[in-house]
């Protein structure tokens, strides 16, 4: 999981970075955070489905505790997409948004997965992604005046123990990380999409 995070994870985007870094127009903060919200903001997500289908100990207490942190990030991330204003006038729009429900698509599917350890893949996953993607909030936040909060998710550390915990079993582990796998995958295709709307409006 450390290989697939290190490799797949949306750290690595260099355009998140820039998002990270407040680098960016005010205009492409309040498209990621539109596109985030078409991806993540709505209930049930992908923590949701995958604590319908969680099982006893560690994991069912992560993604509990994970769910309700979530419900907060959510919270945070529609008082953004409010506080930004309409999405950003960009070319290729009907091509974008048909783009975003095709990965929200794949998100509840995957989420959903009844093979044991891929929806908690998927879940554990977004959850360390989302310590690079609340820096984007972050600055989006900062740039519209609104008040800063501590991210409502599990603790690093406590994500490590469910992950330590459920790779000790092989057909688990491997579900969990074809699951995680996914999830980052669609993640980059997302900055890779914010990416070239940048463009695109930058051209226009």
């Known amino acids: 999981m450390a290989t697939l995070v290190a490799s797949d994870g949306s750290h690595n985007h260099p355009y998140l970075q820039r998002l990270q870094a407040n680098a960016e127009p005010m205009r492409d903060l309040a498209d990621a955070a539109h596109h985030l919200c078409?991806?993540?903001?709505?209930?049930?997500?992908?923590?949701?489905?995958?604590?319908?289908r969680q099982r006893l100990g560690v994991e069912g207490d992560w993604l509990e505790a994970a769910a309700h942190g979530f419900?907060?990030?959510?919270?945070?991330?529609?008082?953004?997409?409010?506080?930004?204003?309409?999405?950003?006038?960009?070319?290729?729009?009907?091509?974008?948004?048909?783009?975003?429900?095709a990965q929200h698509h794949a998100l509840d599917m995957l989420?959903?997965?009844?093979?044991?350890?891929?929806?908690?893949?998927?879940?554990?996953?977004?959850?360390?992604?989302?310590?690079?993607?609340?820096?984007?909030?972050?600055?989006?936040?900062?740039?519209?005046?609104?008040?800063a909060s501590a991210s409502a998710m599990p603790l690093h550390?406590?994500?490590?123990?469910?992950?330590?915990?459920?790779?000790?079993?092989?057909?688990?582990?491997?579900?969990?990380?074809?699951?995680?796998?996914?999830?980052?995958?669609?993640?980059?295709g997302l900055w890779d999409l914010l990416e070239a709307r940048a463009s695109a409006r930058d051209r226009h």
């Open 38 to 52: 078409t991806l993540h903001g709505r209930h049930p997500g992908v923590i949701d489905h995958a604590e319908a």
């Open 111 to 147: 989420a959903q997965s009844g093979r044991a350890g891929c929806a908690a893949g998927a879940a554990l996953a977004l959850a360390i992604d989302w310590l690079s993607i609340r820096e984007v909030l972050d600055a989006a936040a900062l740039r519209l005046g609104l008040p």
């Open 157 to 188: 550390e406590e994500t490590l123990t469910v992950i330590d915990a459920l790779v000790r079993e092989p057909a688990i582990e491997r579900a969990m990380l074809f699951g995680a796998q996914q999830l980052f995958a669609q993640h980059r």
């Open 71 to 101: 419900a907060e990030e959510r919270a945070l991330l529609v008082r953004i997409v409010s506080a930004a204003g309409p999405l950003p006038s960009t070319p290729g729009h009907a091509q974008s948004q048909a783009a975003v429900s």
